[in-house]
């Protein structure tokens, strides 16, 4: 599976000229950048055209771990959609959209032989992609772009246990696990 990084569809840049600072504007206002390196503009620009694999930006590969990219995008986290995709990169399978300006997402832990559970107040209604997850008073909604998402999301519902129910959807396990690894972060599903 693949992280894929992007901005909001809200997010603009706008550069005070070659070599100055670039203003990240979007609806939670402006976030001012002095002076990025060319690699950080290189990866915002690819960022705002939709989910980008970041190793393809930085020489070395080491993507989002970029020393350079570290601190940005740490800064601009309330501002920054993860997404998960396959090997393929045939599209991602879920995105998760931060709603709220202390979001911080980091995909949390599951495993195949854990209890998930959806956890309180969670809804579900559609969106303009597709079925979208969200919780009253969260930090994020869950975007699911593909039906693999949505198999494991009924399976967790209705089973509540992650081994042998998720074993039996024609997703491997491993692709379930990563799925509910990124639900995890959002706070969407517990996870014991």
Request: proline letters at 7%; one cysteine or more.
């Amino acid at each position: 599976m693949k992280s894929l990084w992007s901005l909001r569809e809200d997010v603009r840049l706008r550069a005070a000229g070659a070599g100055g600072d670039v203003h990240v504007l979007s609806g939670s206002g402006t976030v001012r950048l002095r002076c990025p390196h060319p690699l950080v503009l290189r990866a915002l620009d690819r960022m705002t055209l939709g989910p980008s694999l970041l190793e393809n930006v930085t020489d070395d590969r080491s993507g989002p771990e970029h020393p350079l990219l570290v601190p940005v995008l740490t800064r601009l986290a309330h501002l920054v959609v993860r997404s998960l995709g396959p090997e393929d990169l045939g599209g991602p399978l879920l995105s998760v959209v931060p709603i709220a300006d202390d979001a911080r997402f980091r995909p949390g832990s599951a495993g195949p032989d854990q209890r998930v559970r959806l956890a309180a107040g969670v809804a579900f209604r559609a969106g303009e992609n597709g079925p979208v997850m969200v919780a009253a008073g969260g930090r994020y909604c869950v975007e699911m772009h593909r039906a693999e998402v949505c198999e494991v999301v009924r399976v967790i519902g209705r089973r509540g246990c992650l081994g042998r129910s998720v074993r039996a959807l024609p997703t491997p396990i491993s692709v379930s696990c990563e799925i509910l690894r990124y639900f995890a972060g959002t706070g969407m599903v517990t996870i014991s």
